[in-house]
DNA sequence: GTGTTTGCAAAGTGTTTGCAATTTA
DNA sequence: TAAATTGCAAACACTTTGCAAACAC
């Protein structure tokens, strides 16, 4: 019940990834991994950062998130224009996408199959494949 | 070989999109739906209008690409943070994507194969599976 | 002529950066 | 106390918008 039991998974993550754990980053490396699985804008981890108490800035944030995802403990998923989500989920698995909303959610990896992969143009390789499953309301016709 | 012959594809797309056929709209008609299938930044599009001599304003390139895609002549695609691309090709295909450079490319339909899909949330269809397959240099090991 | 489209310049949005002050080890 | 990190404010890149002038029908 010490102060450093209940940092110490998060600690332990950032000292893995060769991080200094300061208040900001352990702070946040609360949120981010410790509650599930999550898929975040800056902005919206900025706004829940303030929520619970925690005073960061906005600049933090960015640079946090990138060296988070730069570490491994994120991931980071572009799927429309002028806004990155970075997701708490690093293995791997592909999203749906409400277009409507912005919501991104997992599919399950036994829920998608991807037979067969195109081979590579000359001296490349696939680093990952990405897919994303865009949703819209069942009732709307195709228009 | 008169004027009319020579823009009368273009023409015609627009004409059924709803489009007036503005010089503009013509012109970028021209370069985007006549020269096989590409991926354009508006940037990029902007340069090759000014590079043929086509006097057109960024704002108009935006309106342009935006209105074309609406009437189903172009395909947005999002694969990094900052900036869209526009597919020329409309038709049912995938992605490769290079990091390094920053270009896209078609993946041919036959050679890539999902064989299973998810069930969409419930009130929701899928409008649209989308697999970027991501690239890096052959001789970079994983890290 | 009337409604649409264009182009400019200004505004907007999400993100990054420079740098002094603060914090960590 | 030396090196890393933070926060602010300014800078950025790309995109959108407001509106008067130009254009299409």
């Given at each position: ?6 940092y110490s998974k998060a600690l ?132």
């Amino acid at each position: 019940m010490t102060m450093q039991r209940t940092y110490s998974k998060a600690l332990d993550r950032l000292k893995n990834a060769n991080l200094r754990p300061t208040r900001q980053r352990l702070a946040l490396a609360k949120l981010l991994l410790e509650n599930g699985h999550r898929h975040l804008t800056a902005e919206e981890l900025f706004h829940e950062a303030r929520a619970n108490g925690i005073m960061v800035s906005l600049a933090t944030i960015y640079n946090t998130l990138h060296q988070f995802t730069s570490a491994g403990l994120l991931r980071e998923v572009v799927v429309d224009m002028g806004q990155s989500y970075f997701d708490t989920n690093t293995s791997h698995h592909h999203h749906f996408f409400d277009e409507a909303t912005g919501k991104l959610s997992d599919i399950p990896d036994d829920h998608i199959e991807i037979s067969r992969l195109p081979t590579p143009p000359d001296g490349q390789q696939i680093d990952r494949v990405e897919v994303i499953v865009r949703l819209r309301d069942a009732a709307s016709t195709s228009n």
